[in-house]
């Protein structure tokens, strides 16, 4: 018996997909690369972004169709609006939120009982007994690259976001079970480690005199980089501006092995905006933020997420949004054009901005990012990085990784052995959003 899995969405998905696989292999299961070879076929849906939710619509109707010849189960999990939910259930033999991810081998066992009863039953507490999904143990889909939970929820309630009514209130996972987890995956050989979460720098506020914040959870991992004598690098996603304070920032500065890249959401340039979208930070928190990892890390990469053209945004406060660009040039920005989910507060809002002008303004913010992120590119000229060699590169000949700061990098190279290791780069010429280089002191740089 065959199963595949499709994680859309963020980072969290794909960290709790490898969780699902984990209870999907116990039962015997193996995995299939082909959907059509697939017995069992499971997704793990989005409803943040209405694109991710019609690539479910058009996967499920496809396997549905292939059930006429097969037999075939399917399954549905992940960020879920119950307005989505409610449609799935009609389309889907089984629907389950991820806390019940351990019981997932009985409604196999019994598919097609999925209710609206039991359903809402399943989705009136998100979070209760999450600890029962952190327990599972994750079947990696890299050998040097992995996603650790610290927490799951959001309590910030933006007006655009659905997350709070996909996955409830921040609960934070035990502190002891997380740094255990790191020391272990760095023991294993593992690479690359980043800390997940919708609001990780809320860590520990939910469960206060009972478990450590998010600097000191920071402190303890660092700490790890001496006591293991390894080389890793680990990473967190996603900040809020709210919560980010300047301990955070000192911790990362005092330990090598806490990556020297920040991703921080700016979501608009102009404080009305920010006010009518819920973010509960201005411009002049957000500027302290990066001056202070300017100050305190200089060699550190800043990335964003900007949302154009959400319910209101005239051309003055885009141009705010630009300035902003300008202002803190980030090395990357994941820009998306505002889409009204339903449940989030933006939904009842006219959304009055054209799909023409949320295209230019897209546009617009790109061509600025791309000026931006070529800038920091070319600083990185005739300079030795070091670089995870994550896999072969589009050109052939070439391999491809990413330096701490995650800047792309390709070199020539075609021994696939390096991947999953550390090298040295010198870069020889920059793109937009890449540099290229050549491999040097091949016994000193590999790790």
Not at 10 to 26: F, L
Not at 51 to 67: E, G, T
Not at 269 to 292: A, E, P, S, W
């Amino acid at each position: 018996m065959k199963y595949h899995l499709v994680s859309l969405g963020c980072q969290m998905n794909a960290s709790d997909g490898e969780r699902v696989r984990s209870v999907i292999e116990k039962m015997g299961y193996e995995w299939t690369d082909k959907e059509e070879d697939a017995n069992l076929i499971g997704i793990l849906a989005c409803s943040v972004r209405q694109k991710a939710i019609d690539r479910v619509y058009s996967k499920i109707h496809k396997w549905n169709r292939w059930k006429n010849k097969k037999n075939l189960v399917t399954f549905v999990s992940g960020c879920i609006l119950p307005t989505d939910l409610d449609k799935f259930l009609k389309k889907f033999d089984i629907i389950f939120q991820m806390k019940d991810l351990p019981k997932l081998p009985e409604m196999i066992q019994q598919y097609g009982i999925t209710t609206p009863v039991g359903l809402k039953q399943r989705f009136d507490s998100l979070n209760e007994n999450i600890s029962e999904f952190w327990n599972v143990k994750p079947s990696y889909v890299s050998e040097f690259e992995a996603f650790i939970p610290i927490q799951n929820g959001c309590d910030k309630f933006c007006s655009f976001c659905a997350v709070p009514y996909t996955r409830g209130r921040e609960v934070s996972r035990p502190s002891d079970e997380i740094v255990a987890e790191v020391k272990s995956l760095v023991e294993k050989g593992f690479k690359s480690i980043t800390l997940l979460g919708q609001n990780v720098n809320s860590y520990g506020l939910d469960k206060k005199g009972e478990e450590i914040d998010f600097p000191e959870l920071l402190r303890r991992i660092g700490k790890l980089d001496n006591d293991l004598e390894k080389e890793f690098w680990v990473y967190f996603t996603s900040p809020h501006p709210r919560d980010m304070t300047d301990e955070v920032i000192e911790v990362i500065a005092d330990y090598n092995c806490l990556a020297k890249q920040i991703h921080l959401p700016i979501q608009s340039g102009d404080d009305k905006v920010l006010i009518h979208m819920n973010r509960k930070h201005d411009m002049k928190k957000y500027r302290h933020i990066v001056q202070t990892i300017k100050r305190l890390i200089p060699e550190a990469t800043i990335f964003t997420d900007i949302i154009v053209g959400f319910t209101g945004e005239n051309d003055e406060q885009f141009e705010n949004t630009r300035k902003a660009m300008d202002e803190f040039k980030y090395n990357m920005a994941y820009i998306a054009m505002y889409s009204p989910r339903p449940g989030a507060l933006s939904h009842r809002w006219f959304d009055d901005i054209s799909l023409d002008i949320k295209k230019k303004r897209h546009y617009a913010l790109t061509e600025d990012l791309k000026i931006h992120s070529k800038n920091y590119n070319s600083t990185m000229l005739d300079k030795v990085f070091r670089v995870l060699v994550k896999g072969t590169a589009k050109h052939d000949g070439y391999l491809a990784g990413l330096t701490e700061g995650r800047i792309n990098v390709r070199f020539l190279s075609t021994d696939e052995s390096l991947i999953g290791r550390f090298v040295n780069v010198k870069i020889t010429s920059a793109a937009d959003f890449s540099v290229e280089g050549e491999m040097i002191t091949i016994k000193e740089s590999v790790v």
